[in-house]
């Protein structure tokens, strides 16, 4: 094989490896190398060696990118054409509809993403793309403001399958807890009696049957209130007590428990650009 052979597949292994960065996952026999090519290569023999089985898509065989290569690749690419190049190559190929891949569709749009109104899930889905190294090419939100907002995003995760489109109602129990805490629209009366603090206040207990939505109307409470302007917002603690973990006759697990929830809500210890609400009596 001659030197202008050799160096004729080694290109074109890499016009496979720029098909496979802008895509989350894929099948190797499926990629189209970008740009066409004067030598036919294998891709699947072509990106094996710089590509890994993809997490959750072993089932269907299909593969992603290894960080640093994927990196390297799109690095190359902006540097060549920015975003129309990053196009080109993606419209010559099928790609997976994951959430990740949704998001880079809507970075190469250039759709600046509302991060309040994403769930846990396109929020992570969104942080693969800091992985990729693209906030370097802007159109990203700051990285210590997203890594803020998935903190509190995180802490209500497990409540975003039970509240969705479908929750509708219960205003009237809605407004009791905003009132009792205070912290998502309270009214002038509450405002005025938290600030005054004439009176202490009992626990809140909320009871029904099982089945009638007690945990959904907390979760849609708790996610409001993780939406709420930064000024109305202070970390907070959710804990089961069917837990394994946490045993209401040993007041150690539930510290543990409380702590580790608001180490990961407020990581250096401080409420950052919040403004604590006063300590309630």
Known sequence: M?????EQIGEAIFHVLFSAAVLHVFDPATL??????SVRVDPVEAVFDYSMPAIGFSHLRLRSLKPEVRRRA???LWQYGGRPAMR?????????PTDVQVMFAKWLREESPELSA???DELRALGQLYD????EFGGLPERSVFDRVVRRRSSVSLFEHLVDETFVGRETELQALRNFVGVVAPSIWERLRSFVGLESQPPMVLWGPGGIGKTALIGKFLLEHVNAPQSGWFPFSYLTFDSETVDIREPFTLLVAVTSQLEFQV????AGDSEFPKPRK
């Open 118 to 120: 994403l769930s846990f």
């Open 132 to 135: 990729w190294g693209l906030s």
């Open 32 to 37: 189209v190398p970008w740009n066409g090519l």
């Open 267 to 270: 990581p250096d210890g401080s």
């Open 88 to 96: 080109g190559v993606l419209e010559a190929n099928d790609a997976y």
């Open 74 to 76: 799109l690095s190359w």
């Open 2 to 6: 001659t030197a202008r052979a050799t």
